[in-house]
């Protein structure tokens, strides 16, 4: 037969680039819905959902452009025996007997390897095609990367600047006469909280989505989340009005207010294009290019802009290439050699701590949390409370309806618990409950008490904090980033010392309870 190009669930882009070598009156598109591909880490309702409508739609506007499409649902499975992916592909490939099967390069190492594997089983050769959807090629990172003693997201962030030329003046040097306006964003909301914030763009179930969310409630009713407030894109068009409406509404309070939390204020400033972006529903040189322009328009603050193209083009790209370079042993990482296991509310947010109630709560209604949340709560909490980090990183990559493995494992991995040892952060993120209650309004709604190290009042970030420093106060000296966090620990008595580990113990080994 003729050729087959296999479209993963996070490659449905229209503009897919194989699409124009391939002949529609010979070659075909091959979709595939495998539950084992849910399941094979616990998955939110709602990105189970998201995926399948965004297929589903993706099919259908494949078949208008006229490709023939073999679209294998999951009604077409067993549901006592689901299949994994390279099951229903080499069925497929027996079937369809291609003289070659292509493939964009996917989003998670381990399918690269299942595709490599399935298609030489079957005798098919396998072609590769580079993803688009990135500005920096995996080829390229490496090649950033080579030689340097330590990967820094600021350096490369500012080459990217340069060589997609984002964000320049007239000389070629950074808009604004500097590259970074940190300085200016990050704030927390007003005293009296954030105010009225321009909604983000919702997009009521359509026939395809209500029928994919009554699937999943059948199919998956024993997974974690709801499907209750189920309004996130599956179409390109509506990532494109979210995309618009960011832009026009959202982007002015983006930089200020990007770390900021309060409490049933789930969405912020933020864009919420993640999911779009990790579907390819939007192609990031867009993102970039609206919001160049709105600055450029005079209808955003540069720093703002800054700051939000910088987690596209920086953030976004450097995680992607880190990724690939350090796949597979990335997902063994655990530098802390911490093994408790993952509290059981972080599946129902039934927790007394009131950040984490608030994360959590919102994470599990809509499969979404922001940086912060993420970074500085559930993040944070799983490196104090020394949580093994593959069951954190499983549990982030279940929960979120933007969790591919190649964003998610280097951001939990590496950025909010260090288990790479620092390959890429300058210091650990770690910091007290008086980091959240600077930065929110949720210690004023919790029983703890953030200032308080020690008693049944003492807020378990503080506590386990403290603990963290007084455990790594050897290696956190010799950085000369962190050795300001450990001048406080020389001047306790060994008294206090000693109350804070009986303190943090004693925590440690109640996690369930807090
Ligand atoms: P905004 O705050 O509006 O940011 C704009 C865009 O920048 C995002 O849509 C995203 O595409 C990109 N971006 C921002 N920060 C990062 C980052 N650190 N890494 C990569 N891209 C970034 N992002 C995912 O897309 N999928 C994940 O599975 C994921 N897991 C994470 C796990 C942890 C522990 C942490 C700390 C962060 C994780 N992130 C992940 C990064 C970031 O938190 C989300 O991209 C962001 O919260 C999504 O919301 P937003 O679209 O409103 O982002
Ligand atoms: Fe979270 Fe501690 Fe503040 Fe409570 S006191 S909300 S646990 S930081």
Known sequence: GGRILLVLGDQLATDHPALTALDAARDRVLMIETAGEATAVWSHQARIALFLSAMRHHRDALRAQGWTVDYLDLDSEPPDAPAGLDHRLAEALQRLRPSELWVMEPGEWRIEQLLETTAAQAGVPLRWWADPHFLCTRERFARWAQGRQQLRMEHFYREMRREHRVLLDAQGQPEGGTWNFDADNRQPYPKGGPGAIPPPAWFPPDGITQEVLALVSRRFANHPGSLAHFAWPVTPDQARAALRRFIEHRL???????DAMWTDTPWGWHSLLSSSLNLHLLDPREVIAAAEAAYREGRAPLSGVEGFIRQILGWREFIRGVYWLDMPGLRQANHYDHHRALPAWYWTGATRMACLRDALTQTLAHGYAHHIQRLMVTGLFGTLAEIEPRQVSDWYRAVYVDAVEWVESPNTLGMALHANGGRFTSKPYVASGAYIDRQSNLCKMCEYRPKEKTGPRACPFTTLYW???????????????????????????????QALRESALERLHRLDEL
């Open 252 to 258: 002015v309070g983006f930089g200020p207010y990007q």
């Open 467 to 497: 603990y963290f420093l007084d455990n790594h106060r050897l290696a956190l000296r010799a950085n000369p980033r962190t050795r300001p966090m450990t001048m406080h620990l020389d001047r306790w008595s060994e008294d206090e010392r």
